[in-house]
């Protein structure tokens, strides 16, 4: 079992909520997979992150049509992450 996002890319390339909501493109649709939480009935919760993703990138080497895997940051971007957001949203 995979953690991911389906997401529709609009022409501009950024993610089309709406239209993935109306299940009229359902062809384009595409799978983001951020981590790995079961393989084969084992539960892979306990490793840490960063060794679910190796073994979730192998996974995807095979490259599954709409099946990607998503970018991942190493160390600890939270902080600067909630930053950037915040500054983002104050400003819209």
């Known amino acids: 079992m995979n953690d991911g996002e389906a997401v529709l890319l609009g022409v501009d390339s950024i993610s089309d909520f709406d239209g993935l909501d109306s299940r009229t493109h359902n ?21 840490p992150l960063s060794l679910r ?10 490259r599954i049509d709409g099946i990607f895997l998503s970018d991942f940051e190493q160390g600890e971007i939270g902080p600067d992450l909630f930053r950037h957001a915040s500054c983002s949203a104050s400003r819209a």
């Open 27 to 47: 062809d384009e649709v595409q799978f983001y997979a951020f981590d790995i939480l079961v393989s084969d009935g084992d539960d892979l919760r306990k490793p």
């Open 53 to 62: 993703k190796t073994n979730l990138t192998r996974l995807l080497a095979r």
